[in-house]
């Protein structure tokens, strides 16, 4: 009788975590494509970081022209993974960008700007 009680409150929470993944844009782990990609702010801000932490680290003057595709993925916080359109002056060119997000530390973490060819 145990047995079969603790099969049923594991497949309820089975569901219960799943129906609330599926609510909140995905099951942690995986990559979800944001929606509403250019009208979202926090995206915006995701964007002006990356950008600028990374002409701090290398010394580079790179500008963001537009958000170009983004995701998001659920781990302890939020992983961030966007296609960003930059130029440096003279030349615009895409990079993908990953910024790692926890917000309720207040904290940003740039963990790759990688130019795509």
Excluded: C
């Excluded at 915006?44 to 983004?70: N, Q, T």
């Amino acid at each position: 009788m145990a047995r079969r009680f603790i099969i049923i409150l594991t497949v309820l929470l089975f569901a219960s975590v799943s129906a609330f993944a599926a609510r909140v844009g995905g099951i942690p782990g995986g990559w979800t494509p944001i929606k509403n990609l250019q009208n979202d702010r926090h995206v915006a801000e995701i964007a002006d970081y990356a950008v600028s932490e990374y002409d701090s680290r290398s010394g580079a003057k790179l500008k963001l022209v537009k958000v170009v595709k983004g995701e998001t993925q659920v781990v302890a916080g939020t992983n961030y993974r966007l296609v960003l359109k930059v130029t440096d002056g003279s030349k615009s060119q895409d990079y993908q960008a990953v910024v790692w997000e926890k917000p309720w530390e207040h904290y940003k973490n740039l963990t790759s700007f990688t130019p795509l060819h």
